[in-house]
């Protein structure tokens, strides 16, 4: 091509390429992108070069605003980058009898421009602002184009990512979540058209109570305690008040309920319970060893025994009961039953038609949704109404009620085993709920005598190596999530100088002896525990 010079990136696929860019952000005085798809961690890969200079971003436009791509663009907010030159592209649907099309047309560009003082350059081709495509996973091809500022080309590109950028609008952090579903709806329009699966991996359909607290000076609750709260009819009406209950307690209050499931995961001190009684069930003398008074300022305070408390006009009065410690962590999945519509742009230049002849070939195929008629650009995403009589329910059950007491209808197990070791050797069970398990064992009812050999040889195992087989089983998930954490809550046990339970004794055995036929040793762990661990038979649940 005259007057420029073009690369191609790469002739062998799945290169790399943000090394190159980032090369030419540290050159240029201003840079434009508008790409189809961006995440976190394409942004990360930009980072350094953004980082040290972030008002030389001069436009990015986003066609699929992904919560990854939110993520990314508050990424860029945090470096500095000033707001309004980040853009949402929310492309061109059309209404329909019931809604609107939600299989349309989306910005798809790929484009990027570095201008200095004398030359540009360019990137065009398929690399999207993702860590697949600029780390070099997926397959993908573009040109780099390098030459004098004012040429032709350059001034196309210039007018190609100004009609995208005049067609958007700037990102907005609190519309998230209507982003999301916007994108989520197109989705849904793809996978009706293409057969595609739901892309929800991990998720287990199983509903919680979540019930959020804040410690006091008054302790911790134990197995087999009850607290009193009160809660919303609307958990009745969706028929929750039967489902397992998860209760955590943290240390402080988080500024929001959405901030306070953020460290869930984190918290180390959680247990599982279940609705005892409410005041539509009969519930005797009023019996509680805790009470939270109010669910927007959940404080956890200690009774004298019992409460005596009027219930208040569109509460229940609830009564849970603790079972067992909470092992396991989740992400927790909750519906809101959000709606939004899309505000369209009905003027003639908001339009997008194919040409007369395609449009004739495409009212041939008879395709659903039909591709031949015009579509319009999406101008606004703006609240709807949520049809069914469980729209309220939801949001009063939801992380939007302003309530720490809440109904997850999905969950996703998360791995503990990623953590750091810091926070492996914490894991599950805080030293409070930890002396729960050794008080089972009461000088009033001896363990049998295997179950005490069994007892006396899992605590002779060194902390580290329990703390060794959690990041031993962690790559590859040699060990069930469950197992990880039994083996992080031992070595914290032993590490304290506390004895285990028979229950954790058990589990203990199982899988440590489960680790060693699959390839796990340790120098700690000498050849004589190990054959006492294997002749005790006490092995049952």
Not at 94 to 106: D, G, L, N, Q, V
Not at 525 to 537: G, P, T, Y
Request: hydrophobic residues 40%; aromatic residues 8%.
């Amino acid at each position: 091509m005259p007057g420029v010079n073009v690369e191609l990136l790469f002739a062998l696929p799945r290169n790399e390429v943000f090394t190159r860019i980032n090369g030419l952000i540290a050159q240029s005085t201003r840079v434009s992108a508008v790409v189809g798809f961006l995440t976190e961690a394409g942004v990360a890969l930009l980072g350094d070069a953004l980082q040290a200079s972030p008002g030389v971003l001069d436009t990015l436009v986003v066609g699929a605003i992904t919560l990854k791509a939110c993520d990314g663009l508050d990424r860029l907010l945090t470096m500095g980058v000033p707001a309004d030159r980040l853009l949402v592209h929310l492309g061109h649907s059309r209404p329909t009898k019931e809604s609107f099309t939600k299989y349309h047309p989306m910005m798809h560009s790929k484009v990027y421009l570095f201008e200095g003082a004398q030359s540009s350059a360019a990137i065009v081709g398929s690399h999207n602002m993702t860590g697949f495509a600029l780390g070099g996973q997926n397959t993908e091809a573009s040109v780099l184009i390098q030459g004098p500022i004012h040429h032709p080309l350059f001034t196309e590109i210039r007018t190609h990512i100004q009609a995208v950028k005049s067609e958007s609008q700037v990102y907005n952090p609190t519309m998230r979540i209507a982003y999301a579903w916007w994108f989520r709806e197109l989705f849904k329009g793809m996978q009706y058209k293409a057969l595609f699966g739901d892309g929800e991996e991990g998720i287990e359909y199983r509903r919680n109570v979540v019930a959020i607290a804040i410690a006091s000076n008054s302790g911790t609750p134990q197995i087999g305690d009850v607290i009193y709260l009160e809660v919303p009819i609307q958990f009745a009406v969706l028929k929750a008040l039967d489902e397992p209950v998860h209760f955590y307690l943290l240390s402080q209050l988080p500024q929001t309920v959405a901030e306070a499931t953020v460290q869930l995961p984190l918290c180390t001190s959680a247990f599982r319970g279940k609705v005892a009684g409410t005041n539509q069930k009969v519930v005797d003398r009023g019996f509680a060893d805790w009470i939270i008074r109010d669910l927007r300022n959940p404080v956890l305070e200690r009774t004298a025994g019992t409460v005596n408390v009027a219930g208040s006009p569109g509460f229940i009065q609830a009564f849970i009961e603790i079972h067992d410690v909470l092992r396991a962590r989740y992400e927790y999945i909750f519906d809101t039953a959000k709606r939004w519509k899309p505000v369209y742009d009905e003027s003639l230049a908001g339009q997008v038609s194919v040409t007369a002849p395609l449009a004739k070939r495409f009212a041939e195929l008879e395709l659903i949704p039909a591709e031949h008629i015009p579509w319009n650009r999406v101008i606004d995403l703006e609240p709807e109404g949520e049809p069914g009589d469980d729209s309220q329910a939801l949001r009063e059950t939801s992380p939007d009620s302003g309530r720490f007491l809440l109904l997850s209808r999905r969950r996703r197990p998360l791995d503990y085993a990623n953590r750091s070791t810091a926070q492996a050797e914490q894991l599950v069970l805080p030293g409070a709920v930890a002396s729960i398990e050794v008080e089972r064992i009461s000088p009033e009812s001896s363990p049998a005598p295997d179950d005490q050999k069994l007892i006396e040889a899992v605590q002779g195992i060194p902390a580290e190596v329990w703390f060794a087989t959690v990041r031993w089983a962690k790559p590859n998930s040699k060990l069930a999530k469950y197992q990880q954490g039994i083996a992080a809550s031992l070595g914290r046990q032993r590490k304290d100088g506390k004895v285990p339970s028979i229950k954790q004794a058990i589990q203990g055995q199982k899988l440590l002896l489960e680790a060693i036929e699959k390839g796990f040793a340790d120098l700690s762990l000498s050849n004589d525990v190990l054959e006492s661990l294997r002749n005790i038979k006490r092995l049952s649940n």
